[in-house]
């Protein structure tokens, strides 16, 4: 369940940051003001241990995409800050993109890029502070041949956060699509405990 934890009335690279390690993260409204969210209880995915569908294995095995790494982080925001309707209503401003991607400049935010032909067809993207990500977001374009894109540029994040060290996998609050990775909800004291400790060790991405 998500908490209102305040208008975010400053807005820049520092004080996201900021947010994010007292385990807050912004979303924005319906009339574009952007709030601090907590979400209790926490939705934390288990890194090198995600459980794949087997029909997704077999066609993650098979790579039908180019898996790229932050060569379009700005383009991957602008795809998930797209109204797709029913759950996914837009909630990413421009403001938050500017902000976001100049977190990307200074290395704490990063994106996993699905590419068919040459052309995006899915991503997600997230923040880093020492051994934790948070993911924030993600799409398919599934008109572009993009199915099951973002799904495997999940995988694809998973064993890239499993090589560099990463502790936390932040998912936010669990949903159908992310359930079937095998995430666990964690009371917010007890996901705060393990954000303190991620906090301090370091990673690589």
């Known amino acids: 369940m998500y908490f209102h934890a305040g208008t975010a009335h400053r807005f820049d690279a520092r004080t996201v940051l900021n947010a994010y390690a007292q ?3 912004p979303m924005a409204d319906p009339c574009g003001t952007i709030q601090w969210i907590v979400s209790d209880p926490r939705f934390l995915l288990p890194i090198g241990q995600l459980h794949v569908p087997r029909r997704l294995a077999r ?45 990307h400049r200074l290395g704490n935010a990063h994106s996993v890029e699905a590419w068919l032909g040459g052309v995006l067809v899915g991503g997600l993207y997230g923040v880093t502070l020492g051994s934790a990500f948070f993911g924030e977001s993600m799409f398919t374009r599934r008109e572009l041949g993009g199915a099951n894109a973002s799904k495997i540029c999940l995988i694809a994040l998973d064993a890239r956060l499993s090589a560099g060290g990463f502790t936390l996998l932040d998912s936010q609050e669990a949903n159908e699509h992310m ?4 995430g666990v909800e964690l009371p917010f004291d007890d996901y705060s405990s393990l954000l303190e400790q991620a906090l301090h060790q370091s990673a690589q991405w």
């Open 179 to 182: 359930e079937q990775f095998g």
């Open 23 to 25: 385990g807050a993260f």
């Open 59 to 103: 066609l993650a095995a098979q790579r039908p995409f180019e898996i790229r790494v932050d060569t379009a982080f700005r383009r991957v925001m602008e795809h998930c800050a797209q109204d797709r309707g029913g759950e996914n209503v837009a909630w990413i401003t421009p403001r938050m993109i500017d902000v976001y991607c100049e977190l």
